[in-house]
C-alpha cells in the first residue's frame, strides 16, 4: 500500500497525555465533504459479527489518529461494533491482556510485537497504524546543559520510554547514522537514579520526562507529539535531532494487532473492524479538522487535552490503510542490526493474508 496525504511538520490536532483516558461512546461528527464521502462507504456488506462489542487497547497518542476519528465519527457503530476503549501505555501489558483474552484487538509499537511475535507469542498485524514524519518524535535537551550536538552525549543518559524499544531503537539508529558509537550513550536500565522510581525495567512515564530533563536526572529525552511540543513550549526544551532521518525516514511506528486465534474464529467481526478503521485512517489523513474533532470529543479530563497554543505546532504522522510488508521488515531488520533481535526475523510471520481483507475501497491511492 502507499502512505498519502501527508500534511506536513507543522499540522496541527488536539492530542491527549498518555494517561489520558478517553470517552469511549463520544460520536460528535465533522461536517466535512471528504468525512462525508468516505463515512458514506459504511456499513459494508460483510456477514454478520461473531462479537459485536470488542476491548480494544490503542496507545492514547497521534499514532492513532485513524482510531480515534473512526470512533467519534461513528464508523465502528456503523458496522455494528461497540468498541470497549481502553489506553494503552505499555504495550507489554497490552499484549499479555491479548493473550489472557481480556483485549481482543490492540495498537501499538512493531518493535514490542516483534519482539514477542519473535518469542512465539501468536500475534498477528492487520493493520498499520502511523509512519514517521518530520518533527514527530525528536531528541530534546535543556539549554542549560549546553548540550549542542549528538557527539556530546556520549557518557550521557538519554531519557527514553522503554528500554530496548522503539524510541530506544530510534536514538541508536540515528547516533550510529552520525557517526557515534550507542554503546558510548547511556540509556535507562532501571538501575540510575532516573529510571529507579519506576516499575518495568526502567520505563519513564512520558508526562515525566520532561521533569527529568530540567531537574538533569537526564541530559536529554525522547518524546514523541505530544509531548515533544509540550516540553518545547511549556518547559523551555531545544530539539536536539530529530528521528525522522537515515534509516528511519518514513519509519513505520505503530500497527493493529489481533491473536491468529480470535482473527480465525472471527473473520466477520475483523472484517467490519478494518473497514471502520480504514475509513477512519482515510479520514486522518486527508482531513485534519476530524483529527482535531476527534481529540476534543475524546478527551474525557480537562488536563488531558493539549492546550490550543501546542496543538497549533504539532506535527503528525501519516496513516496508511492496509499492510505493506516490505516497509514493516524494515523495523525487524533494524531490531537485529542493534540487537534487539537475535537472529533476522521475517515479518510475513505475524502479518495477516492479503486474502483476508480488501483494503483497496478505503484508499485513494490504490495498491
Known sequence: MVVKGKWGSAACAVALTAVTVLAAGCSASSTSGAVNSIAGSLPTSYGPAETT?????????????????????????????????????????????????????????????????????????????????????????????????????????????????????????????????????????????????????????FPLMAGLLQSGAIAAATLPEPFASLAEQGDGAVPLADLNQGATTDFPIEGYVVTKAWAAANPNTLQRFLAALSAGQEIADTDRSAVETAFEKLASAPDGQVPAQIAAVMSLDTYPIGIDPTRLQRVADVMYQFGLLTSNYNINKMLMPTSDFDFSPFSNAGT
Open 53 to 205: 462489542t470488542l476491548n480494544v487497547g490503542v496507545v492514547p497518542a497521534m499514532d492513532s489518529a485513524g482510531f480515534f476519528v473512526a470512533q467519534n465519527e461513528g464508523l465502528f457503530a456503523k458496522e455494528g461494533l461497540k468498541i470497549n476503549y481502553t489506553p494503552a501505555t505499555s504495550s507489554e501489558t497490552a499484549i499479555a491482556q491479548q493473550l489472557k483474552g481480556q483485549l481482543q484487538i490492540s495498537a501499538g509499537n512493531y518493535v514490542s510485537y516483534i519482539e514477542a511475535a519473535a518469542k512465539g507469542d501468536p500475534l498477528e498485524v492487520i493493520s498499520e497504524g502511523s509512519v514517521m514524519q518530520q518533527g514527530a518524535q525528536t531528541i530534546f535537551v535543556m539549554p542549560k546543559s549546553h548540550i549542542t550536538s549528538l557527539s556530546q552525549l556520549k557518557g550521557k543518559l538519554i531519557g527514553v520510554n522503554a528500554p530496548n524499544n522503539i524510541d530506544y531503537l530510534l536514538d541508536v539508529s540515528v547516533l550510529r547514522e552520525n557517526g557515534i558509537n550507542p554503546k558510548d550513550v547511556e540509556f535507562p536500565t532501571g538501575k540510575d537514579k532516573a529510571s529507579a522510581p519506576f516499575k518495568d525495567g526502567g520505563a519513564i512515564p
